[in-house]
């Protein structure tokens, strides 16, 4: 079952639930998928998906940040339930320890010794982490294993 169908499969269940809040980010997040389809003319395939998914997390994550230094905690909350109902389409995230690993295996392969290869070792890792981990993280990583 493809990603783009889970999600079609999860929005009739939060229909026959009644579930508003998952339902609205479902429909989020397909409304986005079309979107895309339709402007690029393409059926999107389960790692374009997740590329969707990652950018709304990261929007989610950004307003919830200004939401807050703004006091208004309310809004931020309905960020966060969407944020929640998104992580659950996402794949398992890894762990420090894991990303660390692939990070010396693409140093490895690469031959990436200093901070001018940083744009050959992020092409070979990005495809590997998308989604499972914090990108920006990541990017600290690789600048302190190659600086």
Known sequence: MTLTERLKDEQIAAMKARNKPR??????????????????????????????????????????????????????DVELAEIAVLDEFMPQPLSDDEVIALLDEAVASTGAVSMQDMGKLMGVLKPLIQGRADMGKVSQLVKAKLG
């Open 23 to 76: 339902l609205g980010a479902i429909r989020l997040v397909l409304a986005a998928i079309k979107q895309r389809e339709v402007d690029e003319r393409i059926t999107l395939s389960d790692e374009d998906v997740l590329a969707v998914l990652v950018k709304m997390v990261k929007q989610r994550r950004d307003s919830v940040a200004q939401y807050e230094a703004a006091n208004r905690q309310d809004l931020a």
